[in-house]
Every structure is written in C-alpha cells, then in structure tokens.
C-alpha cells in the first residue's frame, strides 16, 4: 500500500473554537479519495493544512513522503486544487490562462507548450483553447479550472465541490473526465462534494463532524453499516395496511401515499409482500445509499 498522503493527530485551533481535533487518515496512491462533512465540520480547515495554506497546532502530515511544515515548497509542486470559485481571468483565452499559471512553475517555453497541450488534452477542451474564459459554459469552465490545475503535472488533485451548480448532464461528462484523471492518468484525486452519488464512486471515504473522524470505510462498507434497504409499497388501502403493520410490530413510515419499511436485507421483502400481496398496486425495493448512511452517521443533511 503506497500511502501519498497520510495524517496523524492533526489538531488546528480558531481561538476559541478547536476546528480539528486531532484526527488520524491516509489517502492510497492513485486512488479516488472522498472527504465528506457537514458544513463547519472541519473539511475546509483540513484541506488548507494539507495545502500548505494554513498553519496547523498539532500533529504530522506528509504529502507524497514530503513533510508539511519543512518541505511546503516541495509539497505545492505536487498537488493542483480546484477551488470551488475560479480564480482564472474571464478576459483572457483558455491557453493565456494556463500560460500565465504555468508560467508560475518555472518551466521552459516548450516545456510549457507541451504541459499546456497535455492538460487541454487530458480535460478534453483543446477546441476552447482560444475561447474566452468569460465567454464558456459552466462545466467548459469546470474543465478550464481542472485543465489550470494540472498544468504543472501534480500527483495529488484537490477538487473542492467540482460540479456544483453544473446540470446533470454536464455533471456527467465533467465526471467521466476527472475518472480518466485517476483510472487513467494515476493522479490521486482527494474529493470533496455534497452529491452523495459521487462520494459513492470513491475508493474511500472518510466523514468528518465536530473536528473529529466520525466514519471511513469504501462506499459499500459504510452503506452496510449505516444504512439499511427498504420495501416501498403504494397500497390500494394505506389505512389496513398500515393497521396490519402495526399489529404485527413492524417499523414503517409514511410518504405521500407510500408506505415504507425499513429492512435488514432485501430478501426480507419477500414474506411481506407474500402477506400483503392483495393490498398491494405497486411496489419496489431499494438499497440503502450514501445519503443514508450520511445522515446517519453525522444526523444532518449534507447541506445543512
């Protein structure tokens, strides 16, 4: 196991508030990692430790076997962020952008070049290359920020919310290029993101609340542990259905003209539809998701 990122007992204090409270994880080499919190939960802190951008009181931190507070110089030249708003000049083209920022690394002119072509390359915009950046859409910008980001060829990509605001198809398709990123690139992707579908396709997920590392496990693990699946039946007649639950002790809820009821496994659906298949117009069942297991874990919405 090739640790690129690995954190122990970091502490960081905003007098008189103590933001992270001595939390311990690693992220594997290569890999989609999520790191999910409520809002105030101590995400944004960690991350500016992480990135050289804050300071920190307690505890040790690598970045690809780098150490942060001896080694920070080194640790920049190795990780991009994409910040949740663009820090790109909307008067500018694509590739002045990028030759702005690239120039910042110190690279030669056709090193530039080739770093600039690579990234277009690699974020699938080499067409807006001459765009404006003012004048692109919401997600040719997300690609843009990602394309800034890469262009001196980091191991480690930060994305902070990156497709927040974006439609869902567009969504998608900034998607299938940050899985290119890390499947194919092998750049270590260390996500943040409210969408609960998109923690679901990391590696690994941490979740953090108070300051403190309240779950981590792959995606399947914490919905296991923290979620349970569900039969939903529309009933041609809610009330003897729900007068049948009761009388045989079994948990439900009620949504609209839905009844709900919370299983341990998905074959146990099969008895309660057998008993109450006459009562029944339609029916599903449905596995426990990450939205689930979040607000289990943490008892909030993710956007709350």
């Given amino acids: 196991m090739d640790k690129i990122i690995e954190v122990k007992g970091l502490k960081n204090n905003y007098v008189p508030v103590e933001a992270v409270k001595g939390i311990d994880f690693y992220v594997e080499k290569g890999k989609l990692f999520a790191f999910l919190g409520p809002n105030g939960a101590g995400k944004s802190t960690t991350i500016n430790v992480i990135c050289t951008l804050l300071k920190y009181d307690a505890g040790d931190v690598s970045v690809n076997h780098l150490e942060l507070g001896r080694d920070d110089d080194q640790i920049r030249n190795q990780i991009g962020i994409v910040f949740q708003d663009s820090v790109l000049d909307s008067l500018l083209t694509v590739e002045e952008n990028l030759r702005i920022r690239g120039g910042f690394y110190g690279l030669s002119k056709d090193e530039l070049s080739e770093a600039i072509n690579k990234a277009l390359t690699v974020t699938d915009i080499q067409e807006l290359r001459n765009r404006r950046y003012g004048q692109l859409s919401g997600g040719q910008r997300r690609r843009a920020d990602i394309a800034r980001a890469l262009i001196h060829q980091p191991k480690i990509l930060f994305l902070d919310e990156p497709t927040t605001g974006l439609d869902p198809q567009t969504r998608k398709s900034v998607w299938t290029m940050i899985e290119n990123l890390y499947v194919n690139e092998g750049v270590t992707v260390f996500l943040t993101t409210h969408y609960m579908e998109e923690a679901a396709k990391a590696d690994y997920v941490i979740i953090i609340d108070n300051g403190h590392l309240v779950a981590k496990g792959t995606p399947n693990e914490l919905k296991d542990k923290y ?70 874990i943490t008892g909030k919405e993710m956007r709350e």
């Fill in 227 to 296: 979620s349970s699946d569900s039969l939903q039946i529309k009933p041609n007649d809610k009330s003897s259905l729900i007068e049948a639950l009761s009388k045989d002790n079994i948990s439900y809820r009620c949504e609209s003209d839905v009844v709900i009821i919370p299983l341990q496994s998905t074959t146990d659906a099969l008895p309660l539809l057998k008993k109450f298949e006459s009562n029944i117009t339609t029916f599903q069942v449905l596995n426990g998701t990450m939205d689930d297991a979040f607000i289990s």
